[in-house]
């Protein structure tokens, strides 16, 4: 089972789960995730070595994508 | 699904560098040669600032030893401002308070926000945050101590720090999450990282350590022994 995740004031809260078979699932991670996107979030995969990529579409197969905020020099 | 797409292609984005990158636009990108050139830059400019007041200091014992009072005064005044430069290196992981949410709340929040980071940290960063509230994370340009509105980067070697200002743009954050986000935007892209933080501090790290808190100083020469282990 995949998630998406957005950090917030809450901590975080799960917006969408899915499995690749299930398409309506998926359909409704995908609308979820746009619409986080269009809200200024960035989309972020990060993997069990360690390592994180930005993502612009969601990525099906990614077992967690997590949405952040920006960051800015303080 | 037909947005859905396999995650290779998705992770296209990664290629272009932190998104945050076209908010700075007009900096150059952080690498290690630009590491060094602030180094040099850094040292030039505290040399420059404290030299005075030390030339004055011993020529003030040279014109006459009853002076020597002054001359102290103008050798305590060299130190305070290096001091004072460190000082402001070290406020970058000191814990912020939070605002936005009652106390049951946001102790809920921050338990909540714990889980997540737990799961991105290795069982050594997890123990490291659980005693100092820092994560130590070890990039291509050194070891990285990151808070929640800051970051220290120990580059190769250990004897140098580099303070930088970065938070999320979201104060309601809880604090793990406020930690998070500095992880995966340095996981997902180092230098653009470096780039997007604004620099506070950068010189001896033994001076900057002094102006730490306990856990944070911990912190740090967790670094500093990642640093040298990596690049020994």
Same mark, same amino acid.
């Given at each position: 089972?995949?998630?998406?995740? *957005?950090?917030?004031?809450?901590?975080?809260?799960?917006?969408?789960?899915?499995?690749?078979?299930?398409?309506?699932?998926? &359909?409704?991670?995908?609308?979820?995730? *746009?619409?986080?996107? &269009?809200?200024?979030?960035?989309?972020?995969?990060?993997?069990? &070595?360690?390592?994180?990529?930005?993502? *612009?579409?969601?990525?099906?197969?990614?077992?967690?994508?997590?949405?952040?905020?920006?960051?800015?020099?303080? | 699904?037909? @947005?859905?797409?396999?995650?290779?292609?998705?992770?296209?984005?990664?290629?272009?560098?932190?998104?945050?990158?076209?908010?700075?636009?007009?900096?150059?990108?952080?690498?290690?040669?630009?590491?060094?050139?602030?180094?040099?830059?850094?040292? #030039?400019?505290?040399?420059?600032?404290?030299?005075?007041?030390?030339?004055?200091?011993?020529?003030?014992?040279?014109?006459?030893?009853?002076?020597?009072?002054?001359?102290?005064?103008?050798?305590?005044?060299?130190?305070?401002?290096?001091?004072?430069? #460190?000082?402001?290196?070290?406020?970058?992981?000191?814990?912020?308070?939070?605002?936005?949410?009652?106390? /049951?709340?946001?102790?809920?929040?921050?338990?909540?926000?714990? /889980?997540?980071?737990?799961?991105?940290?290795?069982?050594?960063?997890?123990?490291?945050? @659980?005693?100092?509230?820092?994560?130590?994370?070890?990039?291509?340009?050194?070891?990285?101590?990151?808070?929640?509105? /800051?970051?220290?980067?120990?580059?190769?070697?250990?004897?140098?720090?580099?303070?930088?200002?970065?938070?999320?743009?979201? #104060?309601?954050?809880?604090?793990?999450?406020?930690?998070?986000?500095?992880?995966?935007?340095?996981?997902?892209?180092?230098?653009?990282?470096?780039?997007? #933080?604004?620099?506070?501090?950068?010189?001896?790290?033994?001076?900057?350590?002094?102006?730490?808190?306990?856990?944070?100083?911990?912190?740090?020469?967790?670094?500093?022994?990642?640093?040298?282990?990596?690049?020994?």
């Amino acid at each position: 089972m995949s998630r998406l995740i *957005r950090m917030d004031k809450t901590g975080h809260t799960t917006l969408a789960e899915w499995t690749a078979e299930d398409s309506d699932a998926t &359909d409704a991670a995908v609308a979820a995730f *746009r619409a986080e996107l &269009d809200q200024g979030y960035y989309a972020v995969v990060s993997d069990a &070595d360690g390592n994180a990529s930005h993502v *612009r579409e969601l990525p099906v197969d990614a077992s967690l994508v997590i949405l952040r905020r920006p960051i800015a020099g303080g | 699904m037909t @947005d859905a797409v396999a995650g290779g292609q998705a992770r296209v984005a990664a290629a272009e560098g932190l998104p945050e990158l076209a908010t700075v636009w007009w900096r150059p990108r952080t690498d290690k040669s630009s590491i060094r050139r602030t180094e040099r830059r850094w040292l #030039a400019w505290t040399v420059a600032q404290t030299a005075p007041f030390l030339a004055v200091g011993a020529l003030l014992v040279a014109l006459k030893p009853l002076l020597i009072p002054m001359s102290l005064l103008a050798v305590a005044q060299a130190w305070i401002i290096a001091e004072l430069y #460190a000082a402001r290196g070290a406020a970058v992981v000191r814990p912020r308070r939070l605002s936005g949410l009652a106390a /049951g709340a946001r102790k809920t929040a921050e338990r909540t926000a714990l /889980g997540l980071l737990g799961d991105l940290l290795d069982h050594r960063s997890r123990a490291l945050h @659980d005693s100092t509230g820092l994560v130590l994370e070890r990039g291509e340009l050194g070891a990285w101590v990151l808070g929640e509105a /800051g970051a220290i980067l120990v580059p190769s070697g250990g004897r140098r720090a580099h303070c930088y200002c970065v938070k999320p743009t979201d #104060a309601a954050l809880p604090h793990a999450d406020r930690v998070a986000h500095l992880l995966l935007a340095l996981r997902a892209d180092e230098t653009g990282f470096a780039t997007v #933080a604004n620099l506070a501090f950068c010189g001896a790290r033994w001076r900057l350590r002094r102006r730490l808190d306990r856990s944070a100083r911990e912190a740090l020469d967790a670094a500093v022994e990642g640093s040298a282990l990596r690049y020994a």
